[in-house]
């Protein structure tokens, strides 16, 4: 499988998660989106949408979109289940993981903040506050479902689905400095899974085309 | 069922053309957003993001985030069903739909348009821009998916869960003036869907709440 992906993109850490929970090997193509190299008119036969992360698969399938991407991974390669077995319970892990998937993350996106920079003319600072509104937001909600659900992990004691939106969430928000203070179980349940080696070998800093300033 | 609803939003009316198509009934409970009723301490016990909607299963369980909402009654109720058998197909599908869910939908909340007027005194015309750039960015891909995989529908001959997201945001893109012209393919195909019992049946103004003005 070859992943087209850049290293601090959250959707692309997202997935690089969830192939290593799988235990899948996988090569990976570079799309460095501050160069504008996703919009390329190569990649746009990959991807029409012209956004990170795509999975080529080994049959040659062309997957986008990330919440498809990681329901395709736990179909086409169920152990170890990234879903609880029970239908109810899998409904809780992936609103949970959709509560980031589409309330948090795609209003911190890098082509958000550019159109909130010249339609508004936002400036670093309010760029940080529109962030952390969301971020608070989606949070807050989030550390209440984690009391009812979580033990080790976000829900339960394996890692979910959760995990994978989760991790590259907490990575964002520390970039923008939020204070995540008032979500102790949600840290608490973020660091279980950065502390394992799949989700560790996942970071951006640890990708080939990495380039931390 | 008891779907927590408001009949003007976006994830509401994708959750109930769900439902429809599934032929299941269910009772509506009424949220005015407008006015706040999303806060009120009894939903939020329901749903610890104050957000609608919320479906409120025969067990009890309490189902939150139209994605995993769809995900569920596709998996407690298969037939008919609304995504494709081969793997394949689903990520397709899940994606065309995630595409609408995710980069589309999320940017034209109720509570993301405030933001912009109070943190940037956006006024109406600023809005429509916002809001514009999205849905034109997301269709703009998204013809190109259903020339693709489209037929009577927007994928294939049968309603996917694509036309669960697709008709809401099509309803929303007319709300806000935006110029569909350059989509044909996706017009075509949502206004097949449209024309069915059970969409139509879901329509905003057609629901006990609806107060158009």
């Known amino acids: 499988m070859i992943l087209h992906n850049y290293w601090r993109s959250g959707t692309s850490y997202r997935t690089r998660i969830a192939l290593n929970l799988k235990g899948l090997t996988y090569e990976q193509r570079a799309y460095d989106l501050r160069a504008g190299m996703q919009k390329d008119a190569a990649y746009k036969t990959l991807n029409p949408q012209m956004m990170v992360p795509t999975l080529e698969t080994d ?3 062309l997957l986008t979109q990330s919440p498809a991407i990681l329901e395709w991974l736990e179909e086409r390669y169920p152990e170890p289940s990234l879903l609880p077995k029970n239908a109810n319970e899998r409904a809780i892990v992936r609103a949970m993981a959709a509560l980031i998937g589409c309330d948090i993350h795609p209003l911190g996106n890098l082509r958000v903040l550019g159109q909130l920079r010249t339609q508004f003319g936002a400036d670093g600072a309010a760029v940080k506050q529109w962030t952390a509104r969301w971020i608070g937001d989606g949070f807050a909600a989030l550390e209440t479902l984690i009391e009812r659900h979580g033990r080790r992990f976000a829900y339960g004691d394996v890692p979910t689905l959760i995990e ?7 990575y964002s928000a520390e970039r923008f400095e939020v204070d995540v203070s008032p979500y102790p179980r949600l840290l608490a349940a973020a660091n279980a899974a950065r502390a394992l080696p799949e989700v560790e070998a996942a970071h951006p800093d640890r990708q080939p085309d990495a380039d931390p300033q």
Chains 1, 2 share one sequence.
């Open 59 to 61: 049959d040659g399938a």
């Open 164 to 170: 994978c939106y989760l991790v590259p969430q907490l």
